[in-house]
């Protein structure tokens, strides 16, 4: 009666027990058996002749219900084994991770100051270069005015003598002593 492939008689009744529960909508009988082919609970009278589970694979309910009972079962360990291999990972793993990110962070920052340190210091030398390059551009353009200006002081003097010495000659000599000293004139 309880092995697949056979059926309940319709003097078998509902299996042991007491019947509490829902009943059959079709026969009125409780649900004690189990359909495998429609996949749902049926009454002894669904499984017996002129029943629409005649020839299909029936089993108790209860057993159906112990089968299931025992699939929870393996999950719920499988689910506890999956629970504690997740602990072990964020307990033994986690941490070792954490601790690598946090000293490859530090390695990466260390890295970072000493380049920008060096790019710092290159760029302050490059600096101080072009700094005193502008400053030695600014001295000899200094030096350059100084010079031009000592030069053109002294030809503005000798232009001003030779110009005090023509206003001399031309108020002081005549026309004959003006005429011999055309070639000294000119000279100056």
């Known amino acids: 009666m309880s092995s697949e492939g056979t059926e309940p008689g319709p003097g078998s009744g509902p299996g ?5 529960g829902p009943l059959c909508p079709d026969h009125g009988q409780a649900l004690s058996w189990f359909c495998g082919s429609e996949r749902r ?8 002749l002129g029943g629409r589970c005649r020839g ?3 089993r ?7 089968e299931l009972r025992n699939k929870i079962v393996d999950q719920c360990e499988r689910l506890q084994l999956q629970s504690a291999g997740i602990s072990k ?6 941490p070792g991770k954490n601790q690598r990110a946090v000293s490859m962070a530090s390695a990466a920052r260390e890295l970072v100051i000493q380049r920008l340190s060096l790019v710092r210091s290159l760029c302050e030398s490059e600096e101080q270069r072009l700094l005193e390059q502008v400053h030695g551009e600014e001295e000899r353009a200094h030096q350059s005015i100084l010079t031009q200006r000592v030069h053109w002081a002294e030809a503005l003097q000798k232009l001003d003598t030779i110009r005090t010495s023509l ?4 108020t002081h000599l005549d026309d004959l002593q003006l ?3 055309e070639q000294e004139i000119f000279e100056r």
């Not at 609970?41 to 017996?48: I, K, Y």
């Not at 108790?60 to 112990?66: F, L, P, S, T, Y």
């Open 60 to 66: 108790r309910a209860e057993e159906r219900a112990e």
């Open 56 to 58: 299909h694979r029936i």
């Open 179 to 181: 005429i011999q000293k």
């Open 41 to 48: 609970p049926v009454c002894a009278a669904c499984t017996g």
């Open 89 to 94: 990972y964020m307990a033994d793993v986690l």
């Open 16 to 20: 042991p027990g007491p019947e509490p």
């Open 167 to 170: 206003v001399g000659m031309l």
